[in-house]
């Protein structure tokens, strides 16, 4: 079982930058996987990206390029750093760990990229 705290979201304009993190309860070396997900006013959640215990990341082709996904297991925190903001990157964005019997979520953060 695990607890995730996320934070970092905000307001900011386009193009401009910001760092989710995503604190565990626990120690996250031997987590499967963990990522972010967003869900936009109206729309599906979708997977933004992932990292494996390997550091083997997975990224949503919208974001390719911009966001870049990270981990410190010294600190039990995963980052998500977001460049080149667009409006159509405004949604709430959720943590997740994969402990392969069960997904935990965190709380979620909100995101507004303003045009």
């Known amino acids: 079982q695990v607890q995730l705290v996320e934070s970092g979201g905000g307001l900011v304009q386009a193009g401009g930058s910001l760092r989710l993190s995503c604190a565990a309860s626990r120690s996250i070396f031997s987590i499967n996987a963990m990522g972010w997900y967003r869900q936009a006013l109206g729309k599906q959640r979708e997977l933004v990206a992932a990292?494996?215990?390997?550091?083997?990341?997975n990224y949503a082709d919208s974001v390719t390029g911009r966001f870049t996904i990270s981990r410190d297991n010294a600190k039990n925190t995963v980052y998500l750093q977001m460049n080149s903001l667009k409006p159509d990157d405004t949604a709430v964005y959720y943590c997740?760990?994969?402990?392969?019997?069960?997904?935990?979520w965190g709380q979620g953060t909100q995101v507004t990229v303003s045009s």
């Open positions: 997740y760990a994969d402990l392969i019997a069960n997904l935990y």
């Open positions: 990292i494996t215990t390997r550091g083997t990341t």
